[in-house]
């Protein structure tokens, strides 16, 4: 069963980078399915970052798109996000998630358990 | 954007009764909509793919129906343990987007 880990600092300082690992185990990530992140402020609902297959094709959410960068690194079995100049508005769990291809899109079929990061000085 | 719209935002029912959860979309999305369970301190788990389609290991008492634009979860006999929030989402366009939540309470 696949299973993933999210890792990374819990607090970043404003205007600084939050950058964030995603280890996959129990498969691959050189399989047919696409990589996500999505994240959650405290209290609050979903939002979808963006998403990346294995060839390094991306896609990103408009709101996020000039600060948000995905990467994924075969040989580790992992893949990471990178979000530029981050404000408070930053603060949330980010979970990272495989996403199952359907006949139209993608749905996130396995979950990381998700990680707090916070954006404070 | 596809703007996702569920209804209500809490539902209060007992133990054993049927939930109906809604979600509308703001255009359509086929039938490209999942829907997602989520407790307190845990990640999102998904129940229903392909508006219609049980996830792995979800039981039949989790129904979900609709296509287009407007789409429904049905829990039959709700048990102790479905007592939590659900997001619908999109993922027929980008971004992929999800609903606000709608919070099953033990009434």
């Known amino acids: 069963q696949v299973q993933l880990q999210e890792s990374g600092p819990g607090l970043v300082k404003p205007s600084g980078t939050l950058s964030l690992t995603c280890a996959v185990s129990?498969?691959?990530?050189?399989?047919?399915?696409?990589w996500s992140w999505v994240r959650q402020p405290p209290g609050k609902g979903l939002e979808w970052i963006g998403e990346i297959y294995q060839s390094g094709s991306t896609n990103y959410n408009p709101s996020l798109k000039s600060r948000v960068t995905i990467s994924v690194d075969k040989s580790k079995n992992q893949f990471s996000l990178n979000l530029i100049s981050v404000t408070a508005a930053d603060t949330a769990i980010y979970y990272c998630a495989r996403d199952a291809i359907a006949v139209a899109g993608s749905y996130s079929d396995y979950w990381g358990q998700g990680t707090l990061v916070a954006v404070s000085s | 954007e596809i703007v996702m719209t569920q209804s209500p935002a809490t539902l209060s029912v007992s133990p054993g009764e049927t939930a109906t959860l809604s979600c509308r979309a703001s255009q359509s999305v086929s039938s490209s909509l999942a829907w997602y369970q989520q407790k307190p301190g845990q990640a999102p788990r998904l129940l229903i793919y392909g508006a219609s389609t049980r996830a792995t290991g979800i039981p039949a008492r989790f129904r979900g129906s609709g296509s287009g634009t407007e789409f429904t979860l049905t829990i039959s006999g709700l048990q102790s343990e479905d007592f939590a929030v659900y997001y619908c989402?999109?993922?027929?366009?980008?971004?992929?987007?999800f609903g606000q939540g709608t919070k099953v309470e033990i009434k």
């Open positions: 129990g498969g691959s990530i050189s399989t047919t399915n696409w």
């Open positions: 989402q999109q993922y027929n366009n980008w971004p992929r987007t």
